[in-house]
């Protein structure tokens, strides 16, 4: 348990709806105490990187940086952070992948009121908490892929850009790099991940839970096509 302090969280999630919320639950007693929210992956790493905080709940579909980025660089940046997935997906591998990552616990946005505190409480504690309600094996949370250890930060963001349908150009600028280095991230993942073009890298990503989409772009090929 952390001290007799109150507990530090960064609220981490483009719903401002959802971050009122969170923080209105969590504030309801004195233990813990929101020190930052954060409309996205970037915000929320940036917040860390400035403010001691003892826990994060962070979404894991959100813009440019999406939660399982995030998670990622959260746990090499600061690995004594505990993170708590709090999400809408309960699909399985996606639930496993957040667990290798590093999250302390997992749990849905619609049993958020009545497994927060009790996920809170277990992950503080040091053990971990998977929500009942998710039908989670044992061997997913070891399973892995060696294509994915060898991307680099950069490359999960161009393929996390990629998914939301930015072309080249337009990855170069939001990376604030030029169209050639975009374009030769782009060669690399392609390379690495043994697919030959976009459709194929979105498939394999969203497969593999590297990528995060509500829906994919208007001019993604359906399957077959």
Known sequence: MIGQSPIKVILADDHSLVRRGLAALLEMGHKYVVVAEANNGEEALLVADKVTVDLIILDLHMPRLNGLETLRR??????????????????DELVAQALRDGASGYILKHSMEEELFEALEIILSGHQYVSPRLNLRSEDTYSDDASEQILTSREK??????A???K???IATLMAISPNTAGRHLANIM???????????????IQRGLVMVQRLPDDFPKDGA
């Open 74 to 91: 959260m746990q090499h940046r600061h690995p004594a952070i505990k993170v708590l997935i709090l999400s809408m997906y309960d699909d």
């Open 191 to 205: 390379k690495k991940m043994d697919v030959h073009n976009r459709v194929e890298l979105v498939r394999l990503a």
């Open 168 to 170: 080249t150009n337009e």
């Open 157 to 162: 963001e161009v393929i996390q850009l990629v």
């Open 164 to 166: 939301e349908g930015y």
